[in-house]
Structure formats: C-alpha cells, structure tokens
C-alpha cells in the first residue's frame, strides 16, 4: 500500500455497482462492500435486506492521497446515483440504499457539506439533496460473495 492512505466510506445504493464505479477509479487501492450506520452487530445481507438493522449498503474505499483527493472521490461518488431519492436507488427501495457520506475525519466532513452546499447552489438538481453526512460507523464487511460482484459477473445493479 501506498505511504498516505485513508479510509472513505460510501452508500449509494446497491454496493454492486457502487464497488466497482470505485474499484476502477484512478488513485483507488483497495474498496470493500458492507454494511454500515445500523444498530445490529455483525448483520448479515438478508437482516440488512429486510429494513431493520437500519445498515446501509456501503463501500468502503481506501486511496493513495498522493494520487487523488476526497474531493474527487466525492465528484465520483455524486455523478454515479441520484443523491435526490431518499431510501432509493433506481429500483431498489429501502433504507439501506439511502445515499450517505460516512466522514472519518473532520476535513472530510467539512469537505461533504461544502460539495453539497456547492451543488446545491449551482442547482445541478432540481429537487434537494438528502445525501446523508455522518460521521463513521462500525463497518461490517458483506459476504464474500458480494465483494467485486461486478467485476466477477460482467455487471451488477443499475449504476
């Protein structure tokens, strides 16, 4: 791994596609789906699924900061899913594909409110913004089966 490495931490829908629209990304070293800003330990897909764990389906993305910004990551993160639609990704319905920014730092919360501020002033969209911006929970790697499922099976969700 590079010498400066950090954590950031995604939800934009179902992790599928989410993954691999970061895996991809330039500057990107490493990115696990899982699960995140629920109250149950440990959960599994099917708990998460049913809409009471109160988890979100996540990416967890580590990058080289000398070959990419948080900044970028967020671009990334806004240009792949309708940060619009509470509880909804395309046709997945649910809390756990709500959008959301899990911080791990300060300068990286302080980084998600200025983006969203900033598109929401240049009125990118035409409805509000309800990106959630929280700060990191516990994060609960998905089945080994969900990890890179995209790359794995030529596809995954509707991103």
Not at 117 to 123: K, N, S
Not at 138 to 157: I, K
């Amino acid at each position: 791994m590079a010498d400066e490495t950090e954590v950031a931490t995604f939800a934009a829908g179902c992790f599928w596609g989410v993954e691999e629209a970061f895996r991809t990304f330039p500057g990107v070293l490493e990115t696990t789906v899982g699960y995140t800003g629920g109250s149950v330990a440990e959960p599994s897909y099917e708990q998460v699924c049913s809409g009471r764990t109160g988890h979100a389906e996540a990416v967890r993305v580590v990058y080289d900061l000398s070959q990419i910004t948080y900044r970028a990551l967020l671009e990334r993160f806004f240009s792949i899913h309708d940060p619009t639609t509470p509880n909804r990704q395309g046709p997945d319905i649910g809390d756990q594909y709500r959008s959301a920014v899990f911080y791990h730092t300060p300068d990286q919360e302080r980084a998600a409110k200025e983006f969203v501020e900033e598109l929401t002033r240049t009125g990118r969209y035409r409805r509000p913004i309800v990106t959630e911006i929280l700060p990191a929970a516990p994060f609960y790697r998905a089945e080994e089966y969900h990890q890179q499922y995209a790359r794995r099976h030529g596809g995954g969700c509707h991103i």
